[in-house]
C-alpha cells in the first residue's frame, strides 16, 4: 500500500502554491455566473448565495491564516451550539440575510484576494501553528495548516455548485484533494463526529488516500483519534480511496454508492463491512 512521501510542512508548502491558480480559475467561473438566480444543489441556496457565501469564506479564512480575523466581531453571528454543523448552518443562514443582491459580484475579487493574502501569510510558519476560528470554537483552535485546508476546500466545492447551477465545467484537480485531506481532515474528522450513529462503534481503521496520506482513525464509540500515516498495527477496516472520491463524498457532493460502484472507494481487511459504515460517521464542513 504505497504511503505519502510528503511532510505536514510540505503540504503546506504545496498549498501556497497551488492557491493563486486555483482562486484565479474558480474567480472566472463565478464571474461567469448569467442567472444569478440559478438554484443550486444546496438547499435554499441559489448560485448568487453559493457566491456570496465562497466570497466571505475565502475573505475569513485567508484573515485567519494572516492573523488578521477579527474575532470579536464575528463572534456575534456565531451561535452557542454544541454541535458544529449547527453553528455553521445559523452563521450562514446569518451572513447570507445581511448581504446585498448585487453581493455575488464581489466574490470574484474576494477569491482572488483572499488567495493573495493566504499566500503572503505563509511564508516561513509553522503548520501547527494554533490559529481561532470561532465557528469551531475558541477554546479548540485549529492548526494553520488545517486552515488553509478549508480554504483550499471551500474553494473547490463552492465553484464546484457554481458551475453546476450555471451549466459550467468545473473538476475537483487530484492534488488539491489530497492536499485539502492532508492538511484539513485529520483535524475535521474527530470534530464532526455523529455522536449517535458512532456511539456503539468500536474500530481501528485506516483510509489510503491514492498517491496521498495515510490517516488512522481510532474509533471508541463518541471518541474519535486519528494519525497521520500511522505505523503498521491491528486493524479492523482499510479503506482505500480516490482522494477526489473522498472529499465529493465527505462533502456530500456525490453518493458514497456511487463512488464505490465505480471502483474509486473500496474496504478491506478483517471487517470490510465497516468501510461504508465509517464514510457515514463525518461531515466535513
Known sequence: MSRTRTTLAEDLAAARAAAPELAERAARVVAAIGNPKSASLLPGWNAADVAVHLGLACTAYAAVAAGVFDIEYWDTFVPEHPDLAQRVAVLNATTLSHAAPDAYLAAPGQIRDGAAMLVAALEDRDPEEPCPVPWFGNDAPLPLAAVVGLFLSETVLHTLDVARATGQKWLVPPQIARLIISLTYLETIPRTVDVARAASLHAAV????????????????????????????????????????????????????????????????????????VGRLFDHP
Open 206 to 277: 485506516r483510509v489510503h488516500v491514492r498517491g496521498g496520506v495515510t490517516i488512522g482513525i481510532d474509533i471508541d464509540g463518541p471518541r474519535v483519534e486519528t494519525h497521520r500515516d500511522p505505523a503498521p498495527g491491528a486493524t479492523d477496516c482499510h479503506i482505500w480511496v480516490d482522494p477526489v472520491a473522498f472529499v465529493l463524498t465527505a462533502s456530500r457532493r456525490s453518493s458514497q454508492a456511487r463512488q464505490i460502484a465505480a471502483g474509486r472507494m473500496f474496504s478491506f481487511g478483517r471487517k470490510p463491512w465497516l468501510g461504508p459504515m
